[in-house]
C-alpha cells in the first residue's frame, strides 16, 4: 500500500515514546520519535519536564521530526524526562490544535498525555463532560482522558490516571509525564503495542523496539495487556495491572501493515510474519509465473516469501523514487494525475513478456493497484496476477486505524472477481484468515489468532458506540460493478489462453 | 517611549474587533485588527461561523495581520460573522497556545473569546475551577471565563456569559461569537475602550474607532462601563446593563500613549489630549532653549503642544528608520549593541550647537532616555532638557498593562534626581498629576479626574489579588545611584553654567 | 510621496558602501547598507576579501538587509574588506540575478563591483561588447563596466577600471572591490553622492553619511564629482582623477527626496534645504489657513518650514501606521483598494472644520494625491490647500532614477488647473524652480544651480542615447482632463465661496 | 552506497531534459526533471522561450524539483519550449550561482544551456578567454561553452554552437535553447547519455528514457557518441555529427551506479546489468552463507543478482528510512553521530546467529561500509562476507563525477586485506575488472569492454589537463592501516574459525 493511498483513507496512526532520567531527554526522544515516524507523518511533538520544576515544557510541529525538530526547537525543551509523539492528522491549524502530546494544568499539577489508539466511548463521555461544564478545546480523545484525570475524586495524580482510564473503552496505548513521574500503559485489550526498555540508567518506552535499537537502549520487554508501568524521578518504580481484565485482542494490521519490518510487536517478529503471509499465499494461491514483484516498500517481505515458496524469482520490478517529499505540490492540472507514476516506475526488462505476479500488503479502495496494473502492463507484462497478503479489508477500524466509511473499502461492496475486474488483474487473490491466522501464530488450532481480525471480519471484540456500530454494520452501495462472488482466499481469474 | 522599549517590559497588550452581518467579514476583521496592530504586535487570530452551521473556524497567527492573514489564510475564514484580536506575548509555541480568539466547545455549543484587559481574582478563580477538576490549556484569563461559562447553570449561551463575568473582577473589553450572536461588553470599571458602530447592514465593534475609519464604517458611540451589547444574525440588538455597578476608572494610559492619536477615546480626542499635556508640561516645566524635539512617533504630538505653548521651535532632530523589522535579527556581538542607534538617528543640523528639550511620552526604565540623550549630545547638542509628557511611573498595572515587576521601574525606587543623572539630562521634568489630569478633562475642581491613575500613584481602583498587592507595594531596591529626592512635577537640574 | 507611489513609478535607486581594514568588514556594511536602506528595499548584497586569498564572497538577498543578513549569512562573509549594495528591483529570480555587488573573473582577478545611477550609453556599448563577442547574464549597467574593465588592454586592474569608465557616459558612484584594493569613485558630473570616511584604522565610503553616523565612523568629506579614491591593504592610498572633466551637475532630486533628512548631501544639510523650500514654498503661494499638515514622512521639514513661515500651525493630521510590511499581501478584491487608507489615517480632531494646507515633497501620478485630500476632507477639513516642495515633475530621469514614461506624469501633460481638479484641491502650488534653487543654494544670481534638474526642467545636462531622446521629448497624451494651463510657481484655484 | 557518502564525495552529477512543441513545456520539464532527480539533488533549473518572443525565461532554485516548482514558479515560465537541469553542488549562494541552466545574451540572441559532464580543456579554455577580456560570473564549464559561442565568427548561432564545441574536450551531453530551436547533443566519446524521444508532436530530449516512461512519451534512441540532434520551432529537424570522430568510451559507472535501474542506457539495460554484476561477484567470490542482504536502495540488483546464482537466500537485512530528508539537521552533538543509523535499521530476525553476505555497488572512503557492518553485527550476524559488485575504486573522475581526491579514496591506498581489516568484515571481495567487462557486455573477447573505465584502472581515455593528470597519478599517503596487499578479483579474509 502506497503512503499516498494510506494519507487518503486512515485518519489516524500514531507512534508515542517515553524517557525518564537522562540529561538528553529531548534528543534521545526525537531520536525515539524519528524511529517512529512510519507510524504518522503529519505532525510531532515533545512535552519534557525538569527535576524540582512545576513547568511543562512542550513544542509542537506539523512536519517530520528530521526537519522540524531543529536544534533551536529542541533547545527550548529542557530537563531529563520527556515523552513524544508523532501523528497523521489534515492540514491547517486544527492540525496544530489537535497535535499531541496535550499538556495541561489541573488540580493534581500539569500533566503531558500522547496516546495512541482510539478510545470507542469518547463520544458519550464527552456529551456528559460537556453537560457538567466542560470545555473542549481539541477534537482529540485525549483530552477527554484528561478531562477525566482532573475531574477525578482521587487523592493524587496517578490514582486519578486510573480512575480516568477506568471510565474509558477502547484502544489506548498511552504515554504520561508530570514532574514526578513517567507512566506507559497499554488498555486491558492491548490493541496497540509499548513496550520498555533500559538506556543506560534512564527509563524508556516506545510503540516499537526499534526506537531502542536506535538510539541504542536495551529492549526490556513489552507491556501486558492492562499493564501499567510508573517510573519515577527519585529512581523507583511500579508495574500495576490496574484495570478490568479483558480478553487480549492485539490489532493484527500492525503485523501486516503498521509496525516497522524491523521491529518484535506482540511477541511476534514482523519481517518474519510478513514472509510467512507471502509463503502461505503461494500455497494458496500460486500461480504460473515468471516473475514475483513486490509494490515497494510493504509488500517486499511477503514477496520474498511468496517467492521463496513458490520457487518464482524475486525481482525489483517497481522502482520507487526517494524524491517525492511530503511537501509535494502538484503544480498543474495536467501534473494533478501522475501521482502514483511519480513514486514509482516500473523496470521494463524485468517485466516485459513475463508472466507477473505483483505482491502487495492489502488493498484499500483499488485505485492505486489499478493504477500500478496499468504500469506493469505498459511495460510489457504478459500476464498480471495480483495476490494481496492479507485478507480482503471489509470493515472500518474503530481502535486508532479510523477508515472513513465502508464505502471507501471496495471490498466491502464488492466480491473477488469485481475487484479483479476493476483492478484489470488476471487473476487475484488474498490470503485467507485461516493463512493470516497461521502467518502470526503457528498454534491456530482453537480456530482463534487471539488477535482483533474487525477490518477482515467485522467482528468487534471491543463495544462500539452506536454511531460507529451503524457504520460497521451499513451496507454500502455497490457503485463500480456488477459481477458474481468469488469467495475469500480463493483465486479468481485465469491466465490469458495462450 | 521606543517599541524596543516597551516590547521588553509590556507584556500584555491587545486590541479586539468584531463584526456580524457581512459576507465579506473575515476580511473586514483583517482590515479591523490591522487599524489596532499598535495594541499588539506578536500575535493575531480570526474567527468566524456561518449561518446555520455550528462550526468555529478559527486561524491564529504570530506576526503582523497584514503578513500572517494571507488570502490564504481568510479563505479558510468563511462566514458573515467574525471577531478578531491583536496581542503581544512571548516567542515559541506557548505564544500560539496562548493566542486568542480562544474558541472552545461547550454545552451551549462553540463560543469564541477575545479579550482585552486583565483579571484580578484569575488566579483564584482557576484555583478553584482546578480544585473543581477544570484542566488549563493555556495561562490566559480568557480559559478562566471559557470555564465559568461552560460551568454555569444558565439556560442558555446568553445567561452564562451574563454569570461568568459576575464572578470575575478586572478589566476586561470582551468580544465573543457564538453561530447565533456577538458580544460587545466592557467592564464595570470601564477600564478597557470599547466602541460600537455600521458598516452599511452590519455591525461593528473595535477597540478603537480607528477600525471604523479604515473600513469606511460609521462610528456610534462607545460602549459604557458595565453595558453590553448584543447582536443576533436574526437582526434583533439587545442593550443590557447586566453587572454590578461600579465607579467607572477608565485607563489614563490609553490616552497617554496606547490608543492611537487619531482615535477617540474614553470621549477625549487622543491627540487633543496629548497635545495639551505638551501645552501643561512647558506651562509647568518651561526651560531656555532653542528647539523642541519629539522622540518619534509617542512624543510628537506632546512636543507639537510642548512648542506651542512655550515658542521654541519644534523641530525633527530625530528620524525614525522605517526599515527594523519584527524580525531584526542582531548578527553579531558587536551590532547586537546598536539597539537604538538602529532604529532612531539624530539630524545634526538640528541639534548642533542647540539647547534642545526632547520630549517623550513616558519612562519606564530609562535606558533608552539614557541613549538617546547620548545620541543627541553627540550630535552636538550644547544642552540637553528631557520632558516627560506623564507623571513618573512608579507602580505596576495589573488591569492589562501588566509591567511584571517595581523594580523595573526606574521612577519606583529613584528621586528626579537620582532619574536625571542616570539619563544624563542637564535637566528633567515630568508632567504633573494635577497638569494630566487638567489635560485630560478640563474641568478637575474636584480633583479627580474619574481615571485609573494607578501606574502613577499606586491607587488601585480595582481590589488587587493578595498577590499583586505584595507586588504593588514592596519597596523596589535601589540598585543604580544614591541621590537626593526630587519632587514630581518639579524641574530638576540646571543648564551648565556657560 | 508614499513608498507606495514610488514603488510602482522609480524602478531604480541605489545606496553603496564600503570598508577596507576592520576585522567585522561585513558586519559593517551591514550596519551601513542598513542606515541606506530608504535608497533600496527590494535585495541587497555584500561581498568580502580575505587579506592573501583571490576569493569574493559574496551573498545577495531579497528583502532588507535586517531580516535577510542573519548571523548565518553574515558568517559566511569573512574578512576585512567588504562592499555593500542596496537596490529596488522587479521581483522574481530576475530581481536576484540583476542585485548587486556584482562579482566577476578577469585575467586580473576578481573584482566587486556595487553602482548607484545609471550609463547613458549601456545599450550602445552593451551591443558593441555583444558583437565582439561577450555574453551578458543581466541587464544591468554594472555588467558593462565589468566587460569593459576586462577587455582592456591596460596592466593592471586599476587602470583597466579608469580605462573602462573612461568608455562610459552617465551617472555613477561605484565602489569596487578586489583582493588588493577598495575603490570609491564618483562620475564626473557627480550625479549621485558618495562620501569617505574613518572608521578606527579602517576606510569607509558610503552614499550618505548616515552609515557613517550609526556606526560611530568619522566622516571626511564627500568625494568631488570625477574624483576617484582608492585604499590598498598595505595602507597606502591614493586620490585621482582620472576622468576628462565634467561642469559638474549633481541630482537636485537627492535634496528633495532621495537623501535622508539627517545626511548631508553635496554640502548641503539635507533637512535645512527642504525646511527651506517650505519656507519658500509659503512665501510664493501662502495661503488664509487653519493648519498645515505634511504628508508623512517626506513631507515632514517642508510642511514645519511651510508652517515657520507663514504662521498656521504644524499638526499631524495624517499618521503613519508602522505595520505594512514590504510583505504585505492584499487578500482580497475588496481590500485591495485600501492602499492609501492602511499607511495613513486622517486625525479628525485636526482636520474637521479646518482650512488645512497639505504638504508633500513631489507628486508623481497625482493618484496618492487625490486619496489623501478625500481622506482629509472626508475627516472634515472645510478648505484643502495642496503645496508641493518642488516644481512640477515633467521629465523622466535617465541618471538612475527611471520614471519609466512620461506619460505616468501627471505633470508632463496637465496644467496645474487640471491637476488640481483631478486631485481635488481647492488650491494648488509648487514651489518654482527658482525657489528651488534659493533652497539648495543660497548663491543664485547667476540663475544656475549647478544641479541637474531635468527633472523639472527636461534639460539633460549628460547626453542621452537616441532612444532615451525621444522618451524624453515625446508628447505624452494627454488622457484625464481637459482645461487651462497654469503657471509654474503660480497658484491656482480659490477657496469655495463661503 | 548510500545518498550520505555520495554527497561528501561526488562533487558533480547532473540530469538534463529538454522539450520543444508543448504549450505545457515547463510542466513537463518538472516531470522530466523529478524522473532525473537522483542525478542531482541540490539545485535544479528550468529555462523556457515562447515562440515569437526573444525572452528567455528561468528559474532556478535549490532543492528538490517537487518541493521548488511550485505551480507559482512554474507560472512564470511561459512557452511551448524549455530545458532543465538538475545537479549537486555546495550549499550557499554560490550554488545558485553555479545553478543551471545558465541563460545569456550574446550577438545571437538569447540562448540557455543545460550541461552534463566535465571539460577536460575548461581551465585552459578559460584562462585564455580571461586573457582576451571575457569575464566570469560563475566556476562551471558551461560558463565557457557560452563564451565560445559568444566570441565565434560564425554566421548564426548554430554554427556558432557547433564551432564553440570543436574547441572544447571532455564529457559532455548537452541541451541548448534558444527562440528558435532546441539541441541535444553528446560529445564524441559519448561518455554521458542522452536519449530522444517522442510525446504526441513533441519533441523531448533527456539523460535517461525514465523521464520518457513517467509523461507517456515514446524512446526513439539514445543519441550515438558525437551526434547532435537539432529540432526547430518550426517543425524541421537536423541530425548531424560536426565533430572530430572518436573512440566511444562512455562512463561505466552510469551502469554501475549513476543511472537508474529502471532505464536502458548506453544499450543497456541497467537493472539487469546490475544483475549480472551480482551473478559474476557470486561466481568469483562466492561464499558459504545463510543469508544475502543488500545496502539498500544501491545494492538490491547486483544482491539479487548474487543470490540467485550462489543460492543463498535473498533478505531484507536493513530497512532504510524514508523519512531522513534533505534538510535534516542534526540537532546536537550526541545526535551528530547517527548518521547511517538515522538511514538504516537492521532486521534482526533476518541477521541474528546468521553468516550474512552484505552486497554494495561500490566503496568510496569506506566509512560507512565499516558503520553498516559494526549495525550487523550488533544484530547478532555470526559472520559477516562484505561483496562488492564492482572493482576496486582507485582513481578520481574528471568526466563528470570528480572525486576530489585520490587520497579519499580507500582502495587508492589500501590493499584489499587492508580494507577488510578497516572495515571489519570476515571477508572482503571486490567485482574483477573481467567479471564487470562481462556483466555490461556479453562480447568481450578482445578484453575491450568500450567504455570508460577510468575510475577502477587510472586508464582515461580522454587527455587529462596537466593539473589533472597530477591528481590521478600522485600516491595518496597510508593513512589508516599497515597491511599486505591483495588482489583484485581475489577474496581475502576467513570466516572465523567455529
Redesign the interface.
Known amino acids: 500500500m502506497l503512503d499516498e493511498e494510506r494519507r487518503h483513507l486512515i485518519e489516524e496512526e500514531c507512534g508515542v515514546f517515553g524517557i525518564l532520567g537522562n540529561e ?1 531527554a529531548a ?1 534521545h526522544t ?2 525515539g520519535l ?2 517512529l ?2 507510524r504518522g ?1 503529519e505532525s510531532a511533538g515533545i512535552a519534557t519536564t525538569i527535576a524540582g520544576d512545576h513547568n511543562m515544557y ?3 510541529r506539523q512536519g ?4 522540524q ?3 533551536d526547537v ?1 533547545s ?1 525543551l529542557p530537563g531529563d524526562a520527556a515523552i513524544g509523539h508523532v501523528r497523521y492528522s489534515t492540514s ?2 486544527s492540525a ?1 490544535r489537535n497535535a499531541q502530546p ?6 493534581y499539577g500539569p500533566i503531558a498525555l500522547a496516546h495512541n489508539g482510539n478510545l470507542t466511548n469518547a463520544g458519550a463521555l464527552r456529551a456528559k463532560l ?8 481539541t477534537t482529540t480523545d485525549t ?1 477527554v482522558i ?2 477525566l ?4 475524586l482521587a487523592d493524587n495524580m496517578l490514582d486519578a490516571i486510573i480512575d480516568a482510564l477506568n471510565q474509558v473503552q477502547g484502544a489506548f496505548s498511552l504515554v504520561c509525564l508530570t514532574p514526578e513521574f513517567m507512566i506507559g500503559l497499554r488498555d486491558p485489550n492491548g490493541v496497540r503495542p509499548l513496550c520498555v526498555g533500559h538506556l543506560d540508567g534512564a527509563r524508556v518506552v516506545s510503540s516499537e523496539p ?1 526506537s531502542f ?2 538510539m541504542g537502549a536495551s529492549f526490556e520487554r513489552e507491556l501486558e495487556p492492562g499493564e501499567m508501568f510508573v517510573t519515577y524521578r527519585d529512581g523507583t518504580e511500579k508495574w500495576m495491572e490496574p484495570f478490568r481484565k479483558q480478553t487480549p485482542t492485539p490489532c493484527i494490521f500492525e503485523l501486516v501493515y503498521f509496525s ?3 521491529s ?1 510487536v506482540f511477541g511476534r ?1 514482523v ?2 510474519v510478513r514472509k510467512r503471509m507471502g509463503n502461505i499465499l503461494a500455497r494458496e494461491s500460486g500461480v504460473e509465473a515468471d516473475v514475483v514483484v513486490p509494490v515497494p ?1 510493504s509488500g ?2 511477503a514477496a ?1 516469501g511468496f517467492a ?1 515458496e513458490s520457487g518464482v ?4 520490478g517497481l ?7 511530503r ?6 492540472s ?2 494533478r494525475h ?1 501521482g502514483v ?2 513514486k514509482l ?6 517485466l516485459e513478456g513475463k508472466r507477473v505476479v505483483v505482491v502487495d500488503d492489502s488493498i484499500v479502495r483499488g485505485t492505486t493497484s489499478r493504477k500500478i496494473i496499468k504500469m506493469v502492463r505498459e511495460a510489457g507484462a504478459k500476464e498480471v496476477h495480483f495476490r494481496v497478503a492479507s485478507p480482503q479489508t471489509t470493515h472500518p477500524c474503530f481502535y486508532g486505524i479510523d477508515t472513513p466509511e465502508r464505502s471507501q473499502l471496495i471490498a466491502a461492496s464488492h466480491s473477488l472477481e469485481e475487484i479483479r475486474k476493476y483492478i484489470t488483474a488476471d487473476t487475484l487473490a488474498y490470503l485467507s484468515i485461516k493463512g493470516l491466522r497461521e502467518a502470526v501464530s503457528t498454534n491456530t488450532e482453537d480456530g482463534q489468532s487471539g488477535f482483533c481480525e474487525a477490518c477482515f471480519t467485522g467482528d468487534y471484540p471491543i463495544p462500539l458506540a452506536s454511531n460507529d456500530r451503524k457504520k460497521a454494520a451499513e451496507e454500502p452501495g455497490k457503485e463500480k460493478v456488477e459481477a458474481t462472488v468469488g469467495e475469500p482466499g480463493e483465486m479468481v481469474g485465469a491466465p490469458p489462453a495462450e
Do not use: C, M, W
Request: charged share 20%; proline share 6%; net charge negative.
Open positions: 538528553e534528543n526525537y531520536l524519528h524511529a515516524q512510519h507523518q512542550v513544542q509542537r517530520l521530526v528530521s526537519e525538530f531543529t536544534e529542541l527550548r491547517g491549524e496544530i496535550i499538556s495541561v494544568s489541573t488540580k460537556e453537560s457538567q461544564g466542560s470545555i473542549f478545546g483530552e484528561a478531562h484525570i482532573a475531574k477525578s526499534t535499537t536506535l516497522r519490518p524491523d518484535t517478529d519481517y518474519g516498500d517486499v517481505p520474498l521463496q524469482p524475486y525481482e525489483v522502482v520507487r523514487s526517494h524524491y517525492v517529499g511537501t509535494f505540490i502538484e503544480p498543474s495536467q501534473i501522475f507514476k511519480l516506475s516500473p523496470v521494463q526488462s524485468v
